[in-house]
């Protein structure tokens, strides 16, 4: 499995801004879904933003879209979320995440059990 790390955390006043970058330990050609997941206490993880690899189309959960950006550097191994507007509800740790394309025609979803590579995760609190 490729080796993941997060970085970027920390914590800011609502309405502010934090960007979050994921290095990868090799080039993810095998891979064909990177995600970032986030989860607060008490609570299950989530999805939040993800891309396709290859085509670069990005998909979205309701609660961060037009506010989050994600995106991705190949050339350099990299992931990136652009977060913006932040509220006290993005509070959380978050990990990025890749998934193998499970079978022909596979669809990247925020099914965090069909990602096998995560990074360790990194802090962000919004007050």
């Known amino acids: 499995q490729v080796q993941l790390v997060e970085s970027g955390g920390g914590s800011v006043q609502a309405g502010g801004s934090l960007a979050l970058s994921c290095a990868a330990s090799?080039?993810?050609?095998?891979?064909?879904?990177m995600a970032w997941f986030r989860q607060a206490p008490g609570k299950e993880r989530e999805g939040v933003a993800g891309i396709y690899r290859y085509s670069g189309s990005t998909y979205y959960a309701y609660s961060v879209k037009g506010r989050f950006t994600i995106s991705q550097d190949n050339s350099k191994n990299t992931l990136y979320l652009q977060m913006n507007s932040l509220k006290p509800e993005d509070t959380a740790m978050y990990y990025c995440?890749?998934?193998?394309?499970?079978?022909?025609?596979?669809?990247?979803?925020?099914?965090?059990?069909?990602?096998?590579?995560w990074g360790q995760g990194t802090q962000v609190t919004v007050s």
């Open positions: 995440a890749a998934a193998e394309q499970l079978w022909v025609g596979y669809v990247c979803r925020f099914s965090d059990r069909e990602y096998n590579s």
């Open positions: 090799e080039a993810t050609y095998n891979y064909y879904c």
